[in-house]
């Protein structure tokens, strides 16, 4: 039998009791409660990628933790089959003024990411998170404050074996400029991975709350092989908009997935979605809040329109190895050299920017570029400084 997870998102909890937020949370404990009565769709796990408050503080935890405590009971479950990772509003941007705002080097990232010493930015920013987090699931999982990565965990299903791999994305959000600022520290990646691996899991999946674009440009190349080589499906928030694709190595290839927010305003699409895994294929069922004629979650028909309004994803992929470049050849814009990547879209799929940052594209070489660039104008102005001196 297969097995089945709920995946949402950026909550965005207060602790002012709003209404909108509480009409929206209730229909969807309602909606999975009729889905697993009436429908038989009932979730063995839920992911939540991030953003479960609104601004980091403690009071807004215990208001998000009663309504993942009604998710859990209409589904059935128990906190243990619950999986969080942070998201740049679980960061309380009001403290940790001190401390650095990113690094700036390959050098510097390895000596902060020393798997031996605490990460101040997650004691201090993201404290209120972390203090929650050992409380809400004491005596099931405990989240590391010397690691991004885990707790790495093997869980098993009826005879399906899910590798999960938890990555705090976070550590470094401090404003509405986070983009390009934020690390992951292959020093946490790395064993984290060492370990999944030696799990002999069928699917691995990674939770994270960023997409891979918003990575410094120093580790984003390292992290994004890290995760397309040993993982196979990939969980997202953040942009608030749900979305699904593939990615392709010479390796394997990822199936990327983010669930959209599931509640930003009660007038904004808010989604989240089901997936289910059956040895060799995961099918997502995507799903959104209706506020009008009754407020309920319903089927999203608006992501997969030209397949019954699921998409099913083979599992495991193997690359198809007439989308990759070969060496040499002129026909892709002449770049010879480059690493041999591809990012494959199926035609129903909906492209959106979470599924395109694994893609290779020019901005992982922005950096370089804009030196060149700079390098090219001195060289240009110092040409026409020397055509005026001699006339």
């Keep these: 039998m297969a097995v089945t997870w709920l995946h949402i998102s950026d909550l965005h909890v207060r602790s002012d009791n709003s209404y909108d937020r509480a009409v929206v949370f209730q229909a969807l404990v309602s909606s999975v409660r009729h889905f697993r009565e009436s429908d038989g769709r009932c979730p063995d796990l839920i992911f939540a990628t991030g953003d479960i408050a609104h601004s980091g503080k403690p009071d807004e935890y215990s208001f998000a933790a009663k309504f ?7 589904s059935g479950l128990e906190r243990t089959h619950l999986y969080v990772v942070p998201g740049n509003h679980d960061v309380d941007r009001t403290i940790g003024n001190q401390l650095t705002r990113t690094l700036y080097s390959r050098d510097e990232a390895d000596k902060y990411f020393d798997p031996g010493a605490r990460k101040l930015h997650l004691i201090e920013k993201l404290g209120a998170f972390l203090r929650w987090h050992r409380i809400f699931f004491d005596g099931i999982r405990t989240m590391p404050d010397n690691s991004t990565c885990g707790p ?52 691995k999946i990674a939770l ?63 989604t989240a979605y089901y ?40 599992v495991p992929r193997e690359p198809d190895f007439r ?32 599924v395109a940052a694994f893609a290779p594209t020019q901005q992982d070489d ?26």
Excluded at 68 to 74: H, K, Q, R, Y
Excluded at 338 to 349: D, E, M
Excluded at 366 to 379: A, E, T
């Design 366 to 391: 922005k950096h370089v570029r804009q030196k060149r660039n700079k390098k090219r104008k001195k060289g240009q102005d110092q040409q026409k400084g020397r055509g005026k001196g001699k006339s």
């Design 275 to 314: 997936a289910t895994f059956d040895r060799d294929h995961v099918t997502i069922f995507p799903t959104r809040y209706e506020d009008h004629p009754r407020e309920a979650w319903t089927l999203d028909t608006s992501l997969f329109p030209d397949t019954g309004y699921e998409a099913s994803f083979p």
């Design 323 to 354: 989308s990759f470049r070969t060496p040499g050849s002129d026909q892709y814009g002449g770049n010879r050299g480059k690493p041999l990547i591809s990012a494959r879209f199926p035609a129903w799929s909906k492209v959106i920017p979470q």
């Design 68 to 74: 993942l405590d009604e998710l859990l009971g209409a």
């Design 208 to 270: 994270m709350h960023h997409p891979l674009h918003d990575l410094s440009h120093i580790e984003r190349a390292n992290i994004k092989a890290g995760l397309i080589d040993h993982l196979d499906v990939i969980l997202s928030g953040h942009l608030h908009e749900a979305g699904s694709g593939t990615v392709e190595m010479w390796r394997g290839s990822n199936l990327y997935c983010a669930a959209g927010a599931t509640y930003q305003t009660r007038k904004w699409p808010n």
């Design 152 to 203: 790495v965990e093997l869980v098993e299903v009826r005879g399906h074996r899910l590798g999960i791999l938890p990555i705090n994305t976070a550590l470094f959000c401090q404003d509405d400029n986070d983009h390009e600022q934020l690390f992951v520290g292959r020093r946490c990646l790395s064993p984290a991975i060492e370990e999944l691996d030696q799990l002999s899991a069928h699917l």
